[in-house]
């Protein structure tokens, strides 16, 4: 009888414990680590040239989850950081979900990045990597249009100038859209968790 009076008890508990479960708000795990940017409209057609000497704009993307970052192949740090992070992100997701997004250097040293150069620079992160570059005109264009900002300055290094450019990547949808702006250092973990956030939300 004690046996199962503790067995209703028990029951009881173990149910309501449920149900407060089941009540529970949205878990911090199903929240944006980057910045939610889907309310914002700017953006452009990103008119470049890629690292084969194809014509491309954001249309040809259509369909892929789109990380754009804008750099340039002599930085010392935020690019080869951020496009090693990037990779590691895809190598962290499903290779299905990884196979939906498309990485985009955007190149702004058109003195110095040649396509050969971005050829040998951008697969050696990741073989699906792409660079876009254009001419002085067409890169301040898309850097306007994309609310980001480069300028050069001089150094005694070898090479002689740097180029200091905002850091951080762009999630386009398979729209085109702007989703997340992805801080500069997220690591690889935290990308990949909200690139599957916007794939699979729920
Ligand atoms: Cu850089």
Known sequence: MVLRRWLGVWVVLTGLMLSLVACQPA??????????IRHETF???LALTDHHGVKRT??????????????????PDVCPTTLGDTAAALRLMPPEDAKKVQV??????PERDTLAMLRDFVPYFHPDFL?????EAELAQTAKDFRVVFS????AGVGGYLVDHTAGSYVLDPEGKLSLFLPFAMPAADMAHDLKLLMHPS
């Open 58 to 75: 954001l249309k040809d993307f259509r369909g892929k989850w789109v990380v754009l970052f804008f750099g340039y192949t002599h930085c």
């Open 131 to 135: 660079a876009l570059t254009g001419t």
């Open 152 to 155: 050069k300055h001089t150094t």
């Open 43 to 45: 953006g452009g057609p």
């Open 27 to 36: 878990t911090p795990e199903q929240a944006f680590l980057g910045t939610d």
């Open 104 to 109: 985009i250097f955007v190149s702004v040293d």
